[in-house]
């Protein structure tokens, strides 16, 4: 092996006009959301307890440095053989923090270079592998990018920038953007480590990741609970049963076992949490998330483990939760019609739907108590997610994370009863109701939302009317021809001036509930300057869909399903020859009346 250098660098000192290649063999970019969730609240959370509210952009010097491991390099193409993901990764949130300083009006253009860098007249990314430059390009320039289906990376990297704009907490971005860029690109650390030859720096690699072949959180855990039970034949029967359900575990994703115990510890034996402030000190639900096996043993007493049958017990509730786990992650992944709002939720990035789940049930609950709770929870969750973002209240990670670990506190073991009574008065005693609804607008930040709220009126239309609910495909962005939100109104204020008194009453109303359906996107791209007369013919042909098609007459004709829908339901459908204003404002009452149905406070009783 020839000469290997290690040396520590910080993330400015990586990537700064610097350019990395990865090989064909090993270039697939791999990151799940829950990676990425992972490694946002890791550093938000590290800035937040160095940051005090106040403090100049120089006072960062002072801060807290954050290691990220080592990076292993090879050969004169800087060629990345450890450490892509997280490469990649903190490139997806420099892009993201460079949108948001764009914003603002601010410019950073160290954080350009840490991007990107000119050679020649010639922009490339630092990172640079062919195959994505044209997604990152859309990224750069804040553009839609369409996915063509064929590469998995590309695919990842949409996804992961999208859950970043989803979970970053907006608390930073408001109040301490600027200090969390200088934290990011001077405070996170890792070891540099090149080699001259390719194959020496695999070696290194190989080395670093095999020998000793260290224990993981899981392994730690399990030995250490095997390790309290006394009599032998029954430590052997719960190492074995132990092993199978992690091997279950793993099948869903190599790092799922952990990623369950997480939620299950939090769920059933976690008290405290972290406050949110600076310099605050990391409690049950910081600890399990770093260390779950070192904070197991640290809290035997609170778990009430104290005899060998206490211990037995553990593991027979870690298989138990475990099965179940594995159950719900598959309603999460396809669409129960018993267990629909699970997968409705897994569908909006809800990250904390597991935590919410396990903690009502126990151990000693049939199969029908843990349905009842699963349903009522998962429901609970949905009024939960939309409640807030109609008042445009953001459900990312850091921003719900207390107030979910609150409510988690407070359900945990409750009988179906108890659980049912406590949802009905979290949804009476919340400051956000769905009265806000006629005033939702599509947005940045809504346009989501709007996209799901609306597949999910016209699934539930379809299914009252013994129609297949289409749901699933009006929400899949990877189809050929995805549905998009599609406003009614055209975008030409000069049609309008007799009916809005200024451009922005314009913007207003037709950026409103009221004016938006969902069509497929060759469709809607060919509607964009048609008038409404023209537009509502296509809306009720075979290529739209039934809320559409309501604003045209035909839907009224022949159709006693939907008429019968309509009037056992009290809804004001109605066809519309013109459209403006006062429709809109009618349409948008209507859709009030449907959601007032789909997300019922009732929906909570037994």
């Not at 420099?94 to 270079?113: A, C, H, P, W």
């Not at 996170?188 to 695999?202: K, R, S």
């Not at 290194?204 to 009599?231: A, C, H, Q």
């Not at 806000?436 to 609306?454: A, C, D, M």
Request: hydrophobic share 35%.
């Amino acid at each position: 092996m020839k000469k290997i250098d290690g040396s520590p660098k910080s993330l400015k000192q990586l990537l700064l006009n610097t350019k990395y290649t990865i090989h064909y063999y090993q270039r697939e970019y791999m990151w799940g959301r829950k990676q990425i969730e992972e490694l946002v609240d890791d550093l938000t959370s590290e800035f937040l307890n160095n940051y005090t509210p106040g403090d100049s952009r120089e006072k960062v010097m002072d801060y807290g440095a954050y290691f990220m491991g080592s990076v292993v390099l090879a050969g004169r193409e800087n060629a990345i053989i450890d450490g892509q993901q997280r490469l990649t990764s903190l490139t997806l949130l420099l892009l993201f923090l460079r949108s948001k300083m764009n914003e603002i009006g601010q410019n950073y253009s160290t954080v350009d270079g840490m991007i990107y860098s000119e050679a020649f007249g010639k922009r490339s990314f630092n990172i640079n592998v062919d195959e994505r430059e044209a997604v990152l390009n859309a990224i750069y320039n804040n553009v839609d990018y369409k996915y063509d289906g064929k590469n998995e990376s590309v695919k990842n990297i949409m996804n992961r920038y999208s859950d970043i704009n989803e979970i970053f907490p907006i608390e930073i971005i408001e109040n301490s953007l600027m200090n969390f860029i200088d934290w990011i690109i001077e405070k996170i650390f890792f070891i540099e480590i090149v080699a001259t030859e390719e194959q020496d720096a695999h070696k290194v690699f190989v080395s670093m990741n095999d020998r000793g072949l260290s224990l993981t959180p899981t392994e730690m855990l399990k030995g250490y609970l095997l390790s309290e039970i006394v009599n032998d034949e029954n430590r052997e029967k719960y190492n074995d049963l132990w092993k199978e359900q992690v091997v279950l575990l793993k099948e869903i994703d190599k790092s799922e076992d952990e990623t369950f115990i997480k939620h299950w510890l939090r769920a059933r034996y976690a008290e405290t949490i972290r406050e949110t402030k600076a310099n605050a000190i990391p409690m049950d639900f910081d600890n399990i998330g770093s260390g779950f096996h070192k904070w197991v043993r640290e809290n035997r007493n609170l778990m009430k483990l104290h005899t060998s049958e206490d211990f037995e017990k553990l593991i027979d509730e870690f298989i138990f939760y475990s099965k179940l786990y594995v159950r719900i992650k598959n309603y999460e992944s396809n669409l129960d019609k018993d267990f629909k709002h699970i997968f409705y939720n897994a569908q909006l990035g809800f990250t904390f739907q597991m935590q919410l789940l396990f903690a009502p049930i126990n151990l000693s609950d049939t199969e029908e108590i843990v349905n009842k709770k699963l349903d009522l929870v998962s429901k609970y969750i949905d009024m939960y997610i939309y409640s807030r973002v109609i008042n445009y209240r953001s459900c990312d990670y850091n921003t719900v994370k207390n107030r979910v670990f609150r409510i988690t506190n407070e359900i945990r073991g409750l009988s179906v009863e108890e659980l049912s009574n406590k949802l009905i008065d979290y949804v009476n005693t919340s400051e956000q109701k769905m009265d806000r609804f006629t005033y939702w607008e599509v947005n940045g930040f809504t346009k989501k939302y709007i996209k799901h709220l609306l597949a999910r009126i016209t699934g539930f239309i379809e299914e009252s009317i013994d129609m297949t609910n289409n749901y699933c495909s009006y929400i899949d962005i990877y189809s050929r021809n995805p549905y998009e939100v599609e406003h009614i109104t055209c975008d030409h204020f000069e049609w309008f001036q007799d009916i809005y008194t200024s451009e922005q009453e314009f913007d207003s109303f037709r950026n409103n509930i009221g004016d938006l359906v969902l069509l497929p996107k060759s469709i809607n791209a060919s509607l964009n300057d048609e008038k409404y007369t023209y537009k509502v013919n296509k809306y009720c042909s075979n290529e739209g869909n039934i809320l559409a098609a309501t604003l045209g007459n035909i839907t009224y004709q022949n159709n006693p399903r939907f008429i019968r829908f309509m009037n056992d339901n009290n809804l004001p459908f109605e066809s519309y020859e013109s459209f403006g204003k006062q429709e809109i404002i009618k349409r948008r009452e209507l859709y009030k009346k449907i959601v007032d149905i789909i997300w019922n406070i009732d929906n909570l009783k037994i």
